[in-house]
């Protein structure tokens, strides 16, 4: 009769990694679509003043959905998208700290340790930057400016298209605060992460075995 404790861990050499990639992206992709508008709605519920404009997650919905329609729940999506790059540096750093480690240590706890921690400070180093330019994003609306800064249509009064946006946003970071100003948050993001990533995948493998040895 098989063992059904003997759990074979899955390691980097293991995966097929064109699948992982392209699954892994179209997944969060998914779920990122879904999800979005409130992420927006979150943020601009956040920075506003007491109820100056929304007074609630509802009726911010249905503001922000008469003043620029469906594409105004999605403000700053297309940069925010590059965070999927994170995700998958994310686990393909894990991975392969877990392979380095291994040369050194085969206890599963030291491998999934450093390895977590060490995820979590790449993806965040990522991260960072690109939701700074997508709040900021968020923060676009007509009429009554919202956050520190403000993109300017062009002389037609039509707008700017999504990625003039952008470019207009990171160009005022630029002059504001330079480069720092890309990374407002990142040690405080560090402090997060890092250690609840380097917690979290030790006591993954943890709770998995003692799970199974209850099978």
């Known amino acids: 009769?098989?063992?059904?404790?003997?759990?074979?861990?899955?390691?980097?050499?293991?995966l097929?990694?064109?699948?992982?990639?392209?699954?892994?992206?179209?997944?969060?992709?998914?779920?990122r679509v879904s999800?979005?508008?409130?992420?927006?709605?979150?943020?601009?519920?956040?920075?506003?003043?007491?109820?100056?404009?929304y007074h609630g997650t509802f009726d911010a919905?249905?503001?922000?959905?008469?003043?620029?329609?469906?594409?105004?729940?999605?403000r700053g999506f297309l940069v925010n998208t590059f965070t999927l790059i994170s995700g998958q540096c994310y686990v393909t750093t894990y991975e392969l700290t877990r392979k380095f480690v291994a040369d050194y240590s085969?206890?599963?706890?030291?491998?999934?340790l450093v390895?977590?921690?060490?995820?979590?400070?790449v993806a965040q180093s990522i991260t960072v930057p690109i939701d700074v330019v997508s709040q900021h994003l968020m923060m676009q609306r007509k009429g009554e400016k919202m956050g520190r800064f403000q993109v300017r249509g062009n002389p037609k009064g039509q707008g700017v298209v999504a990625f003039g946006q952008t470019k207009d946003i990171i160009r005022q970071i630029l002059r504001a605060d330079g480069l720092r100003g890309f990374y407002r948050g990142y040690?405080?993001?560090l402090l997060?992460?890092?250690?609840?990533?380097?917690?979290w995948w030790p006591f993954y493998h943890f709770y998995a075995d003692a799970a199974f040895q209850w099978l």
């Open 115 to 121: 390895a977590g921690g060490s995820a979590s400070l």
């Open 1 to 14: 009769m098989e063992d059904k404790r003997n759990i074979q861990i899955i390691e980097w050499e293991h």
């Open 35 to 53: 999800v979005y508008p409130f992420t927006l709605i979150r943020t601009r519920l956040q920075v506003q003043k007491g109820k100056s404009l």
């Open 187 to 189: 040690v405080a993001s």
């Open 61 to 74: 919905f249905i503001k922000i959905l008469r003043a620029d329609g469906v594409t105004g729940l999605y």
């Open 192 to 199: 997060t992460y890092i250690p609840n990533s380097a917690v």
């Open 16 to 31: 097929d990694k064109k699948k992982f990639y392209v699954f892994g992206v179209a997944m969060t992709m998914m779920i």
């Open 106 to 112: 085969q206890s599963n706890t030291v491998k999934s």
